[in-house]
């Protein structure tokens, strides 16, 4: 017992769940190290008292270990299922976050890997198409003109238009009125009443609001392009309050 406090109990030699202990290591207060061999065949240092309660049965590979099986037998749930336009194909293994990731095949044909959580939660449910599609159907109106397009691009380019944008996003914070995301990357300024039918209120500070890229896009995907209205803008903050409330 060379190197034990008087009164304490030789543990050399005693198993306890996958540790045999070796030795007394050292004394940190009243509390004892021990050193410890797992059946892993990893030695490691373990305090008496947690041993002899059971509170520590192994080097640490059985609560990996467990951890592991766990996550797999989740992940299993997966397969086949479908998530929006995703059905899961397989499960290709884990990223360097160690979150299970599967091979998903989208409706479009093509495939992706992506992550279980991001599948489960909802936040990924296509390759990226959707998306791609929506943009096209926003953005272009078979209705213009070349001229007119010629024209719509041509206003970023007067001073104007600049101020206007910086004065709207002042006033508001740099703050989505609608979702209240403050990211500067994707914050615009909105006409409330149309650039094109109400030429005396283009720069005109309260005909404008900010908002962020993704709710920018949402109102035009519901009102289009064009003779927009306040009252279309108003309507659309109701709607979208009911829908989180």
């Known amino acids: 017992m060379s190197g034990i406090p008087n009164r304490a109990a030789d543990l050399t030699g005693h198993r306890y769940g996958m540790l045999t202990v070796l030795s007394f290591h050292s004394r940190k207060c009243h ?3 021990w050193n410890c061999r797992c059946d892993c065949g990893k030695e490691c240092i373990k305090y008496g008292h947690q041993i002899r309660a059971g509170k520590t049965t192994s080097c640490g590979c ?10 797999k037998r989740k992940a299993l749930n997966l397969m086949g299922k479908r998530f929006g336009r995703l059905v899961v194909l397989e499960r ?5 976050y160690q979150k299970s990731t599967w091979r998903c095949l989208c409706d479009c044909g093509k495939e992706k890997i992506v992550v279980a959580g991001s599948l489960v939660s909802g936040n990924t449910t296509t390759c990226g198409c959707f998306q791609k599609e929506t943009m096209h159907r926003i953005r272009w109106n078979p209705n213009k003109t070349m001229e007119e397009r010629r024209r719509s691009r041509n206003r970023d380019d007067v001073p104007a238009t ?4 910086k004065a709207v996003r002042k006033r508001d914070g740099c703050v989505c009125q609608v979702c209240g995301t403050n990211d500067r990357q994707t914050i615009v300024a909105h006409h409330l009443d ?8 283009r720069f005109v500070v309260d005909n404008g609001v900010t908002t962020c890229w ?9 009102y289009g392009y064009g003779k927009n209205t306040k009252q279309q ?7 979208k309050k009911r829908k989180t409330a």
């Open 214 to 222: 993704r709710c920018h896009c949402d109102f035009h995907s519901q």
């Open 31 to 33: 509390f004892l190290k």
């Open 62 to 71: 059985e609560a990996s270990r467990k951890k592991s099986e766990t996550g």
């Open 92 to 96: 290709v293994g884990s990223n360097k």
């Open 162 to 165: 600049h101020l206007w944008r």
């Open 194 to 201: 149309s650039w094109k039918e109400n030429p005396e209120k």
């Open 233 to 239: 803008w108003e309507e659309f903050l109701c709607l």
